[in-house]
C-alpha cells in the first residue's frame, strides 16, 4: 500500500510510513519500526507518540522494553469521523467570526489593489464574485478565454452552474476560439443558462490569456497562464473607464 493513500486523510508522510510498518509486522520494537519505515530513530519515538494520541497505535512494556503495534484497520474510520467532528466545529466558529470579520474589514480602509497567485486564489475571486452578486445582478466579461490553465473549462463550467442556480446574470465578450466548443465542459455560459446569458466574440486579432471581469465597484484581472495570476480592484472610476470599453467592443463584436 501506497503511504500516500494515508497521506490524503490527515497523516504525515512518516506517521502514514510507521503505520503502515507496523501493519506488517505486528506487535514489534522501535528499531525495527525505524528501520522498515525509513524513518531515523530520533523520529520514530515523535511519531509513534502522535499515533498514538490518534488512537492508531497502542504498546506494551515488557521488562524495560516497549513494543509498538498498530491498532485495528478500521481505526482509521474512527479518526476520519473524529476529524470530520472537528472540521463541523471549526467551521461553525468561523461562521459564528464571520460577521465580526465582516464588520472590521468595513471599517478599515479598503485596499484599492490586490495581487493574487496561483489557480486556488485566483479561482477563489469568481467564487467571491458569486458570493456578493445577487439574484437578477449582472457582471461583465471582457476576453473570456481558458488560455493555458489546466483544469480551467472544468471550473467555470461549474462556476457558471452555481451563477445560474442564484439567478446572476452575465454579459460576456469572449475570445473567438471559444465559439462552438465541441464538449460539454467547454461550453461557453450561453449554452449552459440562456436566459440569464448574452454573448458576443471578439475577432482573433483580440485573443490573449487576460481576462477581465468587472461588477459593482470591483474589478478582476486574470492570466490565465499555466501559473495564474490575478489582480482585484476595488475602484468605481476603474470600474467605470471598463465599462466604456465593454460598450464599444460589444458594438462591434459578433455574436
Do not use: C
Amino acid at each position: 500500500m501506497d503511504p500516500g493513500q494515508l497521506s490524503e486523510i490527515g497523516l504525515t508522510e512518516g506517521e502514514a510510513k510507521v503505520y503502515l510498518t507496523m501493519v506488517r509486522l505486528g506487535q514489534t520494537k522501535t528499531g525495527a519500526i525505524a528501520s522498515e519505515a525509513g524513518v531515523s530513530s530520533s523520529k520514530v519515538y515523535k511519531i509513534l507518540d502522535r499515533l498514538e494520541q490518534k488512537g492508531l497505535a497502542g504498546h506494551v512494556t515488557r521488562g524495560k522494553v516497549k513494543y509498538f503495534s498498530a491498532l485495528p484497520a478500521r481505526r482509521l474510520l474512527d479518526y476520519m469521523d473524529e476529524k470530520a467532528e472537528e472540521l463541523a466545529e471549526k467551521r461553525r466558529l468561523v461562521e459564528e467570526l464571520l460577521p465580526t470579520l465582516e464588520a472590521e474589514k468595513n471599517t478599515a480602509q479598503k485596499p484599492e489593489a490586490a495581487v493574487y497567485e496561483g489557480f486556488k486564489a485566483v479561482t477563489n475571486l469568481f467564487r467571491g464574485m458569486l458570493d456578493e452578486l445577487r439574484k437578477g445582478e449582472t457582471y461583465y466579461v471582457i476576453g473570456a478565454g481558458y488560455g493555458d490553465t489546466p483544469n480551467l473549462r472544468e471550473f467555470f463550467y461549474g462556476h457558471h452552474k452555481r451563477r445560474s442556480a442564484k439567478g446572476i446574470r452575465v454579459k460576456m465578450l469572449a475570445n473567438f476560439d471559444e465559439k462552438n466548443k465541441p464538449n460539454e465542459t467547454a461550453k461557453l455560459p450561453k449554452l449552459v443558462t440562456p436566459k440569464l446569458s448574452e454573448i458576443r466574440y471578439l475577432p482573433q486579432y483580440l485573443i490573449t490569456n487576460m481576462e477581465i471581469v468587472f461588477y459593482k465597484n470591483k474589478a478582476i484581472i486574470a492570466l490565465w497562464t499555466t501559473e495564474p495570476k490575478g489582480f482585484l480592484i476595488e475602484s468605481g472610476e476603474a470600474v467605470k473607464s471598463f465599462e466604456k470599453y465593454f460598450n464599444a467592443f460589444w458594438k462591434t463584436a459578433k455574436s
